[in-house]
C-alpha cells in the first residue's frame, strides 16, 4: 500500500511537471508564432518599400535621361548661339569697315561736288558771259536760242549722225538739258516757230506704262496733239504740222533740247 501510494505520488509530481512543461512549451511556441507573423510583416514591408525604391529609382533614372538630353540640346543651343555672336561680331566688323568707306566717299563726294560747283560756276561764265559783244550775260549760251523761259538747241544732224530717243535724251543730259517738253501751247508754239525742215525732231514725250509722258515725269495733258499711246512709241515734232507723230523710238531722228534759260 505504501508503495502504491509512492508511486501515486511520484506520477502526480511527474504529471505536473510534464504539464509545467507543456505550458511552457505552448508559450514558446506562441511567442515563435507572434515573432513569424512580426517578421513577416516586416518582410511584406520591406518588399513594399524596395517596390517603392525600383520604382523610384526608375524615374529617377528617366528623369536623369531627360536632364541629359537637355543638357546636350542647352550645349548645342549654347554652340549656337556662339557662333552666332561670333557671326554678328564679324557682321558688325564688316559693317564698320563699309561705313568708314562710305563716310570716306561722302566726304570725297563732297570734295568733287564742291569742285564740281566751282567748275560749273566758271563753266557757266564761259559760257554765257565771255565773249559777248554786249559785254553782259547772255540768258542762254551760244548755238541756243531763247524763248522765254527756255533756251532751245535744234539738232539737225544729217542722216548718219541722228540718233534714237534714248540716244538724243543722253545728249541733251549731256548738255544739261533734256529733250524739249510741251506742257502748254505756248511751249509748243516756240517749238514749233523756231524748228526748220521736214524730217522731224524728237521732242521729250514717249509712252509709259501705257500713258504718254514727258521726260520730267508728267502726264501729257492734252492728247489731241498725238494718237492714243502705243508701247515703245515715242513722239516726233514735223515742222508745219499741228499734231505729233508716234514713231518706234528705236528710230533715228534729229532733236530738240530744252533747258532753263540764265536770269541776267
Known amino acids: 500500500m505504501g508503495l502504491r501510494i509512492y508511486c501515486e505520488y511520484l506520477l502526480s509530481e511527474m504529471t505536473s511537471e ?10 514558446r511556441i506562441q511567442e515563435l508564432e507572434t515573432r513569424e507573423n512580426n517578421l513577416k ?9 524596395n517596390a517603392n525604391l525600383t520604382r523610384d529609382n526608375k524615374n529617377l533614372t528617366h528623369q536623369l535621361g531627360n536632364l541629359t538630353q537637355a543638357y546636350t540640346v542647352s550645349e548645342s543651343n549654347n554652340k549656337n548661339l556662339s557662333a552666332g555672336v561670333q557671326e554678328l561680331k564679324t557682321r558688325n566688323k564688316e559693317l ?3 561705313k568708314n568707306n562710305l563716310t570716306q566717299k561722302i566726304k570725297n563726294l563732297t570734295t568733287n561736288w564742291n569742285e564740281l560747283s566751282i567748275s560749273r560756276a566758271q563753266w557757266s561764265i564761259d559760257s554765257y ?6 559785254d553782259k550775260c547772255q540768258p542762254c549760251q551760244n548755238g541756243w536760242l531763247l524763248t522765254e523761259p527756255s533756251c532751245y538747241a535744234y539738232n539737225d544732224a544729217q542722216p548718219a549722225n541722228q540718233k534714237t530717243w534714248e540716244e538724243a535724251q543722253e545728249d541733251c543730259s549731256g548738255k544739261n538739258s533734256d529733250l524739249a517738253v510741251a506742257h502748254d501751247s505756248e511751249e509748243k508754239e516756240a517749238i ?5 525742215g521736214n524730217r522731224g525732231f524728237w521732242i521729250g514725250l514717249r509712252v509709259e506704262d501705257g500713258e504718254w509722258k514727258w521726260v520730267d515725269g508728267s502726264d501729257l495733258t492734252d492728247s489731241s496733239w498725238i494718237v492714243p499711246p502705243t508701247d515703245g512709241r515715242c513722239a516726233l515734232f514735223y515742222k508745219g504740222r499741228n499734231t505729233w507723230s508716234s514713231v518706234s523710238c528705236g528710230a533715228t531722228h534729229q532733236w530738240i533740247c530744252q533747258k532753263k534759260a540764265l536770269s541776267v
Do not use: R, V
Open 96 to 98: 564698320k569697315t563699309k
Open 129 to 134: 558771259c565771255l565773249g559777248n559783244t554786249e
Open 41 to 49: 510583416q516586416h518582410n511584406t514591408k520591406l518588399s513594399l518599400e
Open 18 to 27: 510534464l504539464s509545467g512543461n507543456n505550458a511552457e512549451l505552448y508559450s
Open 192 to 196: 514749233h516757230n523756231d524748228s526748220f
